[in-house]
């Protein structure tokens, strides 16, 4: 079965992505077919960097850069779900990707963002970066802003309605990372 793997960037302990999961994992996987698994990067934890050798090595030391290897390995395509931290997208996005790089390679990725201004600048910078490690970007990036749905102390009172709002391009870009999926299969056949 087609995996799609959804990234959670953002790590804080209260936190607006975590509540926005149940609406996009369902959007997505309603218009695709595909298992969408979500991905934590609260939960996987990854230290900062502390490969001896850069990733372009393909040489992983740490059992925590396998694991995070495996994962992206294992999946057909990523979604990355970012919020904005101060004009960009959080270091530990970044921080997951610099652990990285072939399994980055041509890589069907869609991304996410999400905010009061729907993250516009993170996800712009965040497409710049997957571009430099070679994934595939299949769409533009979708922005969902909070809209009606601001958050209040950590807590948005209708994270699906954010969802909703952005149905539309969320299926688009759904759509187009099956069809990236579909051109690879076709092209190792
Ligand atoms: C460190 C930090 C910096 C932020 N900078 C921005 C920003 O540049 N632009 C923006 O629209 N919102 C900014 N915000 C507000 C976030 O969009 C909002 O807190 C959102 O809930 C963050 O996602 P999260 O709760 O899933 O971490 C910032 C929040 C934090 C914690």
Redesign the pocket.
Known sequence: MTTIKLIVG?T?PV????QLVDGVVSTLSEATGASVEVVDLRELDLPFLAEPQQAASGVYTLDSTKQWAQIVKDSDAIVWLT?????GFPAPVKNAIDHLLAEWDAKPTLVVG????G?S?AVKHLVEILGNVKTNVVADAICMPFGDNP?AE?QVANPLAIVEANKEALVAGAKALVEAIESDEEAAA
Do not use: C, K, M, Q
Not at 15 to 18: F, L, S
């Open positions: 953002s804080r936190r607006v992505g975590g919020p904005e931290y101060n004009g999400y905010g009061w201004g993250a600048r958050p950590g």
